[in-house]
C-alpha cells in the first residue's frame, strides 16, 4: 500500500474550475477519483494508468474533466471545468498497486486511499 494525501477543494461559483491534486509516497500502478455527496453512494470520476498515462472517465465528467500525472513527484492531478452545483461532493484519490486488465471504475480495484477533499459548487 501506499499513503495518499489530498489537497485542493474549496468553495467555487458554478462555471468554474479546480484542480486537485493527490500525492503518493510510491510508485503505484493506477490512480483513480472518486465523489461521495451526501447520501450518495461513493462514485467513480476517473482514473489514470501511471505508465503511459492513459486516461478513462466516467460519463458525468467527460469534457470537463482531465486527470494528469507528474513523475517526478507521484502527484496526480484532477483538472475540473465548467463546474456543476452536482459536483459537488468530497473528493477522494485511489491507488492501485497491482498491475491488472482494463480500467478501474470500482472502489473495491484499489487498495490505498486517500482523505477526502471537499469540493462545494455554488450556482
Known amino acids: 500500500q501506499v499513503q495518499l494525501v489530498a489537497s485542493g477543494g474549496g468553495l467555487v461559483q458554478a462555471g468554474g474550475s479546480l484542480r486537485l491534486s493527490c500525492a503518493a509516497s510510491g510508485r503505484t500502478y493506477a490512480m483513480g477519483w472518486f465523489r461521495q455527496a451526501p447520501g450518495k453512494e461513493r462514485e467513480f470520476v476517473g482514473t489514470?494508468?501511471?505508465?503511459?498515462?492513459?486516461?478513462y472517465y466516467a460519463d458525468s465528467v467527460k469534457g470537463r474533466a482531465t486527470i494528469s500525472r507528474d513523475n517526478a513527484k507521484n502527484t496526480v492531478y484532477l483538472q475540473m471545468n465548467s463546474l456543476k452545483p452536482e459536483d459537488t461532493a468530497d473528493y477522494y484519490c485511489?491507488?492501485?498497486?497491482?498491475?491488472?486488465?482494463?480500467?478501474?471504475?470500482?472502489?473495491?480495484?484499489?487498495?490505498?486511499w486517500g482523505q477526502g477533499t471537499q469540493v462545494t459548487v455554488f450556482s
Open positions: 485511489a491507488a492501485r498497486t497491482v498491475e491488472g486488465i482494463g480500467w478501474y471504475i470500482l472502489p473495491k480495484s484499489y487498495d490505498s
Open positions: 489514470i494508468k501511471w505508465d503511459g498515462g492513459s486516461t
